[in-house]
């Protein structure tokens, strides 16, 4: 079993051709839901009162929900908006209401799960969560531009605690101070991250781990609607498939990297959660398969 702790979210997202107003969204939700096709994964969240019933049931649909705790208050919310090339994304507005002062506790069958991610959560909380794990194999964490302008050195902390950091290109440079990536991946692996793997959006990643560099395409896509969450699906999917193999072997980690690029591929071309949603296993095997065809030299 993979356990997932981060937020869930009802996110207003504003793109150019359309606005979405308090959809089901957050790090953990995209990141739960995109594992969820690979292996069976809890959910360690809040929610408010005011969160709807129906997306409880599509959480309950796809996800173990023994740690999702529902508080009196109202639910994090968070508000964005896309450029035209839907390449920049300003936050207009995060509110973080019940998330503020979460005290997380991790249910006691979840304890026994190998596989932890956490997603872009205050790392001190982090931090606390990791230790309540009876034997994890593997961990992996996230973070964003938010935690490392105001926690930086519990950010550094958290790197050291867990045995991967997924970030995004420009979110490596503002946390290493460094401008060439390999040298960010270099620094958070003396940190003590023993994998690195930093996300670049449409372009793919990179994974680092020793002195391997491995390079993935982005799937190549010619209609992307809204990228919100692909970074969290490519994570989710990620470890997802590393927790169906129950392995850990470099071979493995490459070939979840491209699981990762898959499954972020789907979250953008729909709105919200739906690319996730209307996948088969089929449909990943697919586009596995084209992937393998377009990077095949």
Same mark, same amino acid.
């Given at each position: ?7 869930t $979210?009802?996110?207003?997202i504003?793109t *150019? ?8 969204g957050?790090a $953990?939700?995209?990141?739960?839901? #995109?594992?969820?096709n690979?292996?069976?994964?809890g959910?360690?969240?809040v ?5 709807? @019933?129906?997306?409880?049931?599509i =959480? ?11 508080k /009196? ?7 964005g ?13 995060t @509110? ?7 005290? *997380?506790?991790?249910p006691?069958?979840?304890k026994?799960s190998? +596989?932890?991610?956490l997603?872009? %959560?205050? *790392?001190?909380? %982090?931090?606390? =969560?990791?230790?309540e +794990?009876d ?8 973070t ?9 050195? #519990? ?5 050291k605690?867990?045995?991967a950091?997924v ?11 460094? +401008?060439?990536?390999?040298?960010c ?16 959006? @449409?372009?793919g #990643? ?10 993935s395409?982005?799937?190549?896509l010619? /209609? !992307? !609607? /809204? *990228?919100?969450?692909?970074?969290? #699906? ?7 498939? =590393?927790?169906?193999? %129950?392995s850990?072997?470099?071979? @493995?980690?490459?070939? $979840?990297?491209?699981?990762? %690029? ?5 979250a ?10 209307q996948?088969?296993?089929? /449909? ?6 084209l ?7």
């Open positions: 079993m993979l356990t997932v702790f981060g937020s $979210a009802l996110d207003t504003r *150019p051709k359309k606005i979405l107003k308090d959809v089901l957050g $953990a939700t995209f990141a739960a839901i #995109s594992a969820s690979f292996v069976d994964t959910l360690i969240a929610v408010g009162k005011d969160f709807p @019933e129906r997306y409880h049931q =959480l309950a649909k796809h996800l173990d929900l023994q740690g999702l705790t529902i /009196d208050g109202k639910t994090f919310r968070y508000d908006s896309y450029d035209k090339t839907l390449s920049t994304r300003e936050t207009l507005k @509110e973080l209401n019940v998330l503020a002062d979460f005290k *997380p506790t991790v006691q069958e979840y026994k190998q +596989f932890v991610y997603a872009n %959560n205050d *790392p001190d909380q %982090n931090l606390m =969560l990791i230790k +794990f034997k994890v194999k593997f961990s992996m964490c996230d964003i531009e938010f935690w490392i302008s105001t926690k930086r050195e #519990s950010v550094i902390k958290m790197i605690a867990v045995d950091v970030i995004n290109d420009e979110e490596a440079k503002l946390l290493t101070k460094e +401008f060439n990536l390999i040298k991946a270099k620094k958070m692996m003396e940190w003590g991250a023993k994998y690195v793997i930093i996300k670049k959006g @449409e372009h #990643s990179m994974m680092f781990f020793d002195d391997v560099v491995f390079p395409a982005g799937f190549s010619e /209609d !992307v !609607v /809204d *990228p919100t969450g692909a970074g969290d #699906s490519f994570a989710g999917a990620m470890i997802g498939y =590393l927790a169906s193999k %129950n850990v072997r470099l071979s @493995e980690i490459k070939k $979840a990297v491209v699981y990762g %690029n898959v499954l972020g591929s789907f953008v071309e729909r709105y919200g959660l739906d690319g996730l949603l996948i088969s296993k089929t /449909d990943i095997m697919k586009r596995v398969k992937y393998e065809k377009m990077i095949r030299f």
